[in-house]
């Protein structure tokens, strides 16, 4: 469910906004989060070591991103194989 509003959103930015990158950031413990946005299609591109504090602990953050021609050239890849195999 998570998965299916990230897409919904990422879509919106591309298709609504016209963005033509997005980009999140996670917590780097956050292991669900970090593997949804690979899920989604994000690509990890960055990591902030001890960027954010948490009580008394340094914690790492996660950058994901995806651009709008990739994110665009993946569609058509899953229409194109939904085509040949459906």
Known sequence: ??????????????????????HARADGQN???????SKVGMTQEGLLKGQRLRGDERIDE??????????????KAATEDLTLNG
């Open 1 to 22: 469910m998570v998965s299916e509003a990230a897409t919904s959103l990422i879509e919106y930015g591309f298709n609504v906004l016209g963005l033509s990158k997005i």
């Open 62 to 75: 996660v950058i994901f991103g995806v651009l709008r021609a990739d994110w665009v050239a993946k569609a």
């Open 31 to 37: 292991i669900g989060v970090v593997k949804m946005f």
